[in-house]
């Protein structure tokens, strides 16, 4: 593991953690996707002004909660999410997570490939199949360089995209009265405020459970939380409204299309291209990660194999962007809801991750996610939250009554961290 410059396989060393800044800069090149956009365009003709902002603050305040609880364990620890994820799901259950959360973030490369390649073949007449082909190889050859990638590119993607969406977004809104022009839009098609809450929170809760992969390279738990906050609380709802002028200005939801219909061609297609650049290249890292906890392999090669795999299948899983997020809504919150319920019942057990021991599979931790799952489903109520209270609670239950009755079962063997490498 030495020259694994992404500490895949264990905790980042002191050394190797980075500033606030550049931190900072990294989640919100994370949170500054178009997904949120075209979701915020979804609300913002769905919802009166007053409902839209209420679900989009509400929704991204419950995001930044959930997601500063793991980025403080990330940075307090130094590990990854799947690396985590060991301690209550054991060694080789914690591949259920990485296979779900990796196979997510590979998912949105492909849909991000296709987000970037499709208006800009509406706008310059360039084959689809080319561009996203072209944009794609390029988005997986940056990640080779892991963290150090992310965070150049972020310094320059994330002042750029907020500068001039923000341009943007203020010449949208003038166009149809300000503010008040905004008040008095009615919707055709009202949507119920719950499914709003759901959105917002679906749209970033399977990159927001893989917080830690970013700010474990945090010198400070109580600054990793500062990061994820500003870029949950603040980046994420910004992409709405950027996503909601545009629909309510121009019936575009994407603020370079937008950009484009205000005659803002070339920085359009910069800003796009920025824009999903910097969340493609965090979601490859994130599946790399993933990966390599379950095949034991560098996660760098596992990333560009994946960059691959989400450029071939891009355009199905753009087209079927609304099931996904569905999906991710229910699916993906019972895992960091587990992990966090783990770190707060047993912290001394993650003091030291070279001589931990884990169990094989952890079936509360497996169990925890299916009932996390249909409970968000069933319950009434937020889809999302119901998911990771759920899920944190069954776990609590199941493991207790697990470790009393059968704790020397084949499940629970235990094997240290040197013997599964």
């Known amino acids: 593991m030495a020259n694994d410059n992404n500490y895949s396989l264990g905790p980042v060393p002191i050394s190797a953690r980075k500033g606030m800044l550049s931190l900072t800069m990294v989640m919100l090149g994370l949170t500054f996707f178009s997904a949120s956009m075209w979701t915020g365009g979804t609300l913002g003709t769905g919802l009166s002004f007053n409902d839209f902002m209420l679900a989009v603050l509400l929704g991204n305040l419950i995001l930044g909660i959930y997601t500063s609880c793991l980025g403080y364990i990330g940075a307090k620890t130094g590990l990854s999410t799947h690396l985590l994820a060991r301690y209550s799901f054991g060694t080789r259950g914690s591949w259920l997570p990485s296979l779900l959360l990796g196979g997510t973030q590979v998912g949105w490369f492909g849909v991000g490939v296709a987000m970037f390649a499709i208006p800009v073949h509406k ?34 993607a994330v002042p750029a995209i907020a500068l001039f969406g923000s341009f943007s977004a203020l010449t949208a809104i003038e166009s149809i009265g300000g503010l008040e022009g905004l008040n008095a839009l009615i919707p055709n098609d009202p949507m119920p405020f719950s499914t709003a809450l759901v959105l917002v929170v679906g749209s970033f809760i399977s990159a927001g459970t893989l917080t830690a992969d970013f700010v474990r390279f945090g010198k400070k738990p109580m600054g990793a939380v500062f990061i994820t906050m500003i870029a949950f609380f603040i980046g994420n709802s910004l992409m709405f409204i950027f996503g909601a002028a545009g629909a309510a200005a121009t019936g575009q939801s994407d603020i370079s299309e937008v950009m484009i219909a205000q005659g803002l061609l070339i920085p359009a297609i910069i800003i796009l291209g920025l824009n999903i650049w910097t969340t493609n290249d965090n979601a490859l890292y994130a599946s790399g990660l993933g990966f390599s906890n379950i095949t034991g392999l560098p996660s760098r090669y596992l990333s560009i194999f994946n960059g691959i795999i989400g450029t071939l299948c891009a355009l199905w899983l753009y087209n079927n962007f609304v099931g996904w997020l569905t999906f991710l809504s229910a699916a993906i919150p019972p895992i960091g809801g587990i992990i966090i319920a783990d770190y707060l019942r047993n912290r001394d057990k993650y003091k030291d991750f070279s001589t931990a021991k884990f169990s094989n599979i952890n079936w509360a931790a497996i169990l925890g996610v299916a009932i996390g799952v249909a409970a968000g489903h069933l319950l009434p109520g937020i889809v999302p939250i119901n998911a990771v209270f759920a899920g944190a609670i069954s776990y609590l239950i199941l493991d207790s009554l697990l470790t009393r009755f059968i704790s020397h079962s084949d499940s629970t063997q235990e094997i240290t961290n040197e013997q599964y490498k």
């Open 123 to 156: 706008a310059t007449g360039l084959d689809t199949n080319l561009l996203i082909i072209i944009s794609g190889l390029l988005m997986t050859a940056t990640v080779y360089f892991g963290i150090a990638a992310l965070m150049i590119l972020s310094a320059i």
